[in-house]
């Protein structure tokens, strides 16, 4: 590398990348306390002590696509100043891209789900024999091609205990194909009508009619319908609904959300800021990131935050943090954890997708539990994010050598 490419190499922004894997652990976080949560019935042996550690953590996933939005467009600007790729159809950009994030991230979707065959099928259903372990394989076929999200999944309810979080990492994928597409086509018509006008839309229904950000209901022409064939709530298959699953609105609203900050950050960071206003930038980012944390490691009880408002948090820390101007934006860029916070964020996603397995795994190594001897949250969440590290950064090693393997220049 040349003096003049070191010169002008951009240094990784890693405020993100800190948000990324802060929302990662905590999603460990809940989820290993809805796993416990939903043994406490007593059917599988497993008590525990009541606790609201992390379950706010529900909430602020938006933050994964507000992230997933905003570097979409990252990567189309970039493409944009090569003449020949701005020559090429709009569908074989948004093809050559999607394949960019399907090599990335498939591999790391198979093995979360063959995580979750082995673990759950070995000791969240030990019963299971041959017969049912390969009629749960064959039937999840597009659940393992990264459909999961779009309603092509398994629809036993056993499947959704193996790791149903992988709804997410699909619904990336799918909305970033149509997304990229449009940008591909016509990006002013995209930014400037699109992404506003369906942003606004779909946080207004996202907060009218309260929906989780999860696959446990189908929206259809402004009808709602939950079910009971793997995704929770009334309906059955034979329910005559045309519509889509409401995880992949959520992920839809949450790109799109992150595509208009790619724009409006571009235009402010062509703005110098004062001292006093950078100084203003401090206390607002201070007191989100405050109430963010907050809310998601123990949710506050003495008054309430509606999910629209933690929504707003989310957008605030992750617009300041790419804008980069604040006092805790840089301190977070600071050249002691740069790497680290470099490196972690290189991983969120991993964690993401490899955690849910882990903690059954965790959950089940501590043997048959009674009522007398309930076990804590830390117990189990303590192990579950060390191994689940640990498994990532392996994982990221494997990817590195293999499908994400650079070509020598």
């Given at each position: 590398?040349?003096?003049?490419?070191?010169?002008?190499?951009?240094?990784?922004?890693?405020?993100?990348?800190?948000?990324?894997?802060?929302?990662?652990?905590?999603?460990?976080?809940?989820?290993?306390?809805?796993?416990?949560?939903?043994?406490?019935?007593?059917?599988?042996?497993?008590?525990?002590?009541?606790?609201?550690?992390?379950?706010?953590?529900?909430?602020?996933?938006?933050?994964?696509?507000?992230?997933?939005?905003?570097?979409?467009?990252?990567?189309?600007?970039?493409?944009?100043?090569?003449k020949e790729y701005q020559e090429r159809s709009a569908s074989s950009r948004a093809w050559e891209y999607t394949w960019s994030r399907v090599k990335g991230l498939l591999p790391v979707l198979i093995l979360g789900y063959i995580l979750g065959v082995v673990i759950s099928t070995g000791f969240y259903y030990p019963e299971y024999g041959v017969k049912e372990v390969s009629s749960m394989i064959l039937n999840s076929m597009w659940e393992f091609l990264g459909f999961h999200s779009v309603g092509l999944r398994s629809v036993g309810n056993e499947f959704f205990n193996l790791n149903g979080t992988l709804w997410f990492i699909s619904a990336i994928i799918i909305c970033g194909y149509f997304l990229y597409w449009g940008l591909s086509k016509n990006e002013d018509f995209m930014s400037g009508i699109v992404a506003p006008f369906m942003f606004v839309f779909l946080s207004g229904w996202w907060c009218f009619t309260g929906t989780r950000a999860a696959q446990t209901a189908w929206s259809t022409f402004g009808f709602q319908t939950a079910s009971t064939n793997g995704m929770g709530g009334s309906a059955t298959n034979l329910t005559p609904t045309i519509g889509f699953n409401n995880g992949l609105l959520f992920v839809l609203l949450g790109m799109l959300g992150g595509m208009i900050l790619y724009y409006l950050i571009s235009k402010l960071k062509e703005k110098k800021f004062s001292g006093s206003a950078k100084a203003a930038l401090t206390v607002v980012n201070l007191a989100a990131a405050a109430l963010l944390i907050w809310y998601t490691v123990y949710p506050p009880t003495w008054f309430d935050l509606d999910r629209w408002t933690v929504s707003l948090l989310c957008i605030t820390v992750i617009a300041l943090s790419l804008l980069n101007v604040d006092g805790l934006s840089r301190l977070l860029n600071n050249k002691v954890t740069h790497k680290l916070f470099e490196y972690l964020g290189g991983i969120s996603l991993y964690i993401y997708m490899l955690h849910y397995p882990v903690a059954i795994f965790v959950l089940r190594l501590l043997g048959e539990n009674t009522a007398e001897t309930t076990y804590s949250f830390w117990l189990i969440f303590i192990p579950t994010v060390i191994i689940t590290i640990v498994l990532s950064i392996l994982t990221k090693m494997f990817m590195e050598a293999t499908f994400l393997k650079k070509k020598k220049a």
């Open positions: 590398m040349t003096k003049e490419n070191v010169a002008t190499k951009k240094t990784r922004n890693v405020a993100i990348e800190f948000w990324r894997v802060i929302i990662a652990l905590a999603i460990i976080g809940f989820h290993t306390g809805y796993i416990i949560a939903r043994s406490c019935d007593g059917s599988l042996g497993y008590f525990m002590e009541v606790t609201n550690w992390f379950f706010g953590s529900s909430e602020v996933l938006l933050i994964f696509t507000l992230t997933a939005g905003y570097f979409m467009v990252s990567h189309f600007k970039r493409r944009m100043k090569d």
